[in-house]
């Protein structure tokens, strides 16, 4: 199917939607700056060894540097902006009857372009909690911290997202299981589908009989099938093409 044609079916598939699923990972944000994980020069996990960083054992073993790791992204996160992509997903939702944002992102750019329904599958980058006695704050309090000690207990503190060996946010998959599994459309935006339980919701999605479109500009190992569309191309373009085509406005506004 050429591109042209695969553009033509996804906006034909959207515009006749009644819901839709936009489940994003690090892609859709690469645009704005965030590096992304795996892909690419300056993917994360080529900058530092995920074990000491992203596993609890490893943060709580690696201190203070996973803490200034994670305050420097967090204050990235702050910097920067949603880009044509992030915008083109709210255009989405406010087209479509019903929709929901599920997000492995943890920079909170969806919500920050506008997007009303987002579900963060691996927590946040807004917030700290104590691993002992689960406090919150807000991060730009404590981004000045040298050392991540909680003042409430004196606990070590971390990021509030999900690390490797963590179970997810309760209800989470639950509520993206319900969704994929009743779609029309899910767009799959900008994942590398690496990560387990998040990669199993595109899957849900197909196997329900849902349309399932990839935008990726890398499309070695996605999913393939009758009711999967490959759009190759960076979100940023890709989508406010759909938007264009489907309803004539310009989404990536
Ligand atoms: C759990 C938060 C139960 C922290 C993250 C063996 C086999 C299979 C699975 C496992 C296994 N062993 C263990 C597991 C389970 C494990 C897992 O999946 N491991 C992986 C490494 C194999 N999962 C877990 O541990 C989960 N919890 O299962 O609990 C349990 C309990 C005890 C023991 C075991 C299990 C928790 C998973 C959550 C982990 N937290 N991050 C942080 O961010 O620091 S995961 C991390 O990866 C991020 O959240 C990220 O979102 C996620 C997925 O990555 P992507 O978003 O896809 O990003 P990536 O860089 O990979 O890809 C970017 C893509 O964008 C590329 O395709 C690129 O081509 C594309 N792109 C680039 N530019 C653009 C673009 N696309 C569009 N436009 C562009 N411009």
Redo the contacts with the bound molecule.
């Keep these: 199917m050429s591109s042209d044609d695969a553009l033509a079916r996804a906006a034909s598939k959207l515009r006749d939607a009644g819901r839709v699923v936009v489940f994003t990972?690090?892609?859709?944000s690469?645009?704005s700056g965030v590096p992304?994980?795996?892909?690419?020069a300056n993917?994360?996990w080529r900058q530092v060894d995920v074990a000491n960083?992203?596993y609890p054992a490893g943060y709580r073993r690696n201190q203070p540097a996973a803490w200034r790791w994670?305050a420097e992204?967090a204050a990235k996160a702050r910097e920067v902006a949603p880009n044509a992509?992030h915008h083109a997903i709210v255009a989405i939702e406010e087209h479509v009857p019903a929709s929901l944002v599920v997000t492995?992102?943890?920079d909170s750019l969806h919500q920050r372009a506008g997007s009303r329904r987002v579900l963060e599958?691996?927590?946040n980058l807004r917030e700290v909690r104590c691993f002992e006695c689960g406090g919150r704050s807000p991060w730009p309090d404590l981004a000045s911290l040298p050392e991540p000690v909680c003042r409430e207990c004196g606990g070590l503190l971390r990021?509030d997202?999900?690390?490797?060996?963590?179970?997810?946010p309760a209800g989470a998959m639950d509520e993206a299981r319900e969704w994929a599994t009743s779609c029309d459309v899910l767009l799959s935006?900008?994942?590398?589908?690496?990560?387990?339980?998040?990669?199993e919701i595109p899957r849900y999605a197909s196997r329900s009989g849902a349309t399932v479109v990839i935008?990726?500009?890398?499309l070695e190992g996605q999913p393939i099938g009758r009711s999967i569309v490959h759009l190759a191309?960076?979100?940023?373009d890709v989508l406010p093409e759909i938007v264009r085509r489907a309803w004539g406005v310009d989404g990536g506004l």
């Design positions: 990972g690090a892609g859709v690469a645009e992304t994980f795996r892909s690419a993917s994360l960083f992203a994670y992204r992509g492995q992102n943890i599958l691996h927590g990021p997202v999900v690390m490797f060996e963590e179970e997810l935006v900008g994942t590398s589908n690496e990560v387990w339980p998040a990669t935008v990726n500009p890398d191309g960076k979100s940023g």
